[in-house]
């Protein structure tokens, strides 16, 4: 299938490609390849399943190659489900999640999950939280309305730069699409959801993140509040494509917590060469 769209390709197109490489029907119940499912440290301690397909391609992403690959086994969504209240009872857990790709990609699946979910309230009374992009959510405001139906949902919309410009320069979608994932968090709040709002700055000018911070203010200010800030991570695959690309982030965390500057960012470039070959992925 063309994804392509002007400069950079169409998320939406790039959407119903990957939901075919990763879902299927089986009798009814949809079901999702996942790679992974392990108890994290993210938001105190949570459930995570790792899902496959994103309908974005950023430059940063620490799942990339394996969401191009499709990588994984195909869960039911009420697998995924005893799964996530199994980890989260056994940890306890407050938050359950979805992670390494879109969630919102086979919609049906993260349906019939959180319908799962909420028949499991008895054993597991916790907080989905539905971190996403935001394209497909901001595209069709009626995904937010039928999200809105389960209580225990919050939203965590990750904003891919600070412009169109660097929307497309992180993730080489058409630049028009990023105002497709702030039109996302106004949908979301609209629809009575409990929403934030997480941005990597490493590559957003300070003039940009202004004028985002402005724009979301409008929307809520609450969101500027509650406003998560991130940086790139610099596992090996994706220091390894940002040299390729010579995309220099102003400001990034070489794991497990040293900060690398602009300058500290070249140097580790060029050391790249020398590097084993059998550094794996992220
Ligand atoms: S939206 Fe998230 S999962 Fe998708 S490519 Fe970007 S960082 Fe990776």
């Not at 086979?106 to 999950?113: C, D, F, P, R």
């Not at 609450?222 to 400001?251: F, H, N, T």
Request: charge should be positive.
């Amino acid at each position: 299938m063309d994804t392509k769209l002007g400069a950079g390709y169409n998320p939406i197109e790039l959407s119903k490609a990957v939901e075919k490489l990763v879902s299927v029907d089986v009798g009814g119940a949809v079901a999702r390849k996942y790679f992974g499912f392990a108890p994290t440290r993210f938001y105190g301690g949570s459930a995570t399943g790792y899902a496959t397909g994103c309908n974005l391609r950023c430059v940063y992403c620490w799942s990339l190659a394996r969401n191009a690959r499709a990588v994984g086994d195909y869960h039911k969504p009420v697998d995924v489900a005893r799964k996530l209240v199994g980890m989260a009872s056994q940890n306890g857990y407050r938050f359950a999640r979805l992670s390494g790709g879109e969630p919102t990609i086979a919609v049906e699946h993260l349906l019939q999950l959180l319908d799962h979910l909420n028949m499991f309230r008895d054993i597991w009374r916790g907080v989905f939280i539905l971190e996403t992009n935001g394209i497909l959510i901001g595209y069709d405001k009626r995904l937010a309305e039928t999200l809105s139906r389960y209580r225990f949902v919050v939203a965590r919309v990750s904003i891919k730069g600070c412009s169109e410009e660097e929307f497309h320069t992180i993730t080489g979608a058409e630049k028009s699409f990023f105002n497709t994932q702030i039109q996302a968090v106004k949908n979301l709040l609209d629809s009575g959801i409990e929403t934030r709002v997480a941005i990597t700055i490493s590559f957003c000018k300070k003039e940009t993140l202004a004028k985002l911070l402005e724009r979301l203010a409008t929307i809520d200010a609450k969101l500027v509040d509650s406003m998560e800030i991130e940086y790139v991570k610099l596992y090996p695959a994706v220091q390894k494509r940002l040299c390729k690309k010579g995309l220099a982030p102003w400001i990034a965390i070489k794991p497990p917590d040293k900060i690398v500057d602009q300058e500290k960012f070249y140097e580790l470039c060029r050391e790249e060469p020398q590097r084993s070959h059998s550094e794996g992925n992220s």
